[in-house]
């Protein structure tokens, strides 16, 4: 099962190693595989990284759009999010109907969104608790 605490050490881990703090990620690109329990764990375990700055940051979920490519997701999603980057536009979360009460962010919920996000957090969670988190930082010409 999907885990807050595993989870949060993976992302304090990847910004620290970029040597940032959470207040310098603008954009969390989301393991996100749309399952009530893993969606809310996830998010719980931002929270506890970012606690007020996650409502001034962008989140999205590629996998509303893509399903999952298993094995392939952190590369797919990875490149995904950095073209976003490089475009200064986010892609929707599309199919969000009516989101948990748990989620009050901005998860791009059914519209793309401009941004000017210099770093993105990248989360893959896996099966059998293998978590990994990547900190990506655009660079504009």
Same mark, same amino acid.
């Given at each position: 099962?999907?885990?807050?605490?595993?989870?949060? /050490?993976? @992302?304090? &881990?990847?910004?620290?190693? =970029?040597?940032?703090?959470?207040?310098? %990620?603008?954009?969390?690109?989301?393991?996100?595989?749309?399952?009530?329990?893993?969606?809310?764990?996830?998010?719980?375990?931002?929270?506890?990284?970012?606690?007020?700055?996650?409502?001034?940051?962008?989140?999205?979920?590629? /996998?509303? @759009?893509? &399903?999952?490519?298993?094995? =392939?997701?952190?590369?797919?999603?990875? %490149?995904?999010?950095?073209?976003?980057?490089?475009?200064?536009?986010?892609?929707?979360?599309?199919?969000?109907?009516?989101?948990?009460?748990?989620?009050?962010?901005?998860?791009?919920?059914?519209?793309?969104?401009?941004?000017?996000?210099?770093?993105?957090?990248?989360?893959?969670?896996?099966?059998?608790?293998?978590?990994?988190?990547?900190?990506?930082?655009?660079?504009?010409?």
């Amino acid at each position: 099962m999907p885990g807050a605490a595993h989870q949060a /050490k993976a @992302m304090r &881990g990847a910004i620290e190693q =970029a040597g940032r703090t959470p207040t310098d %990620i603008q954009y969390a690109n989301c393991h996100a595989t749309g399952t009530p329990h893993g969606d809310i764990e996830e998010l719980s375990a931002m929270r506890e990284v970012f606690g007020k700055h996650i409502y001034d940051m962008k989140l999205n979920a590629p /996998k509303s @759009m893509l &399903g999952h490519t298993c094995w =392939a997701s952190p590369l797919v999603e990875t %490149i995904g999010g950095i073209m976003q980057l490089r475009h200064g536009r986010l892609h929707p979360t599309i199919n969000i109907s009516q989101p948990a009460p748990e989620v009050d962010v901005d998860i791009c919920a059914n519209r793309a969104a401009d941004t000017k996000a210099e770093y993105m957090l990248k989360n893959s969670f896996g099966f059998g608790g293998l978590n990994c988190c990547s900190v990506l930082r655009v660079h504009r010409a």
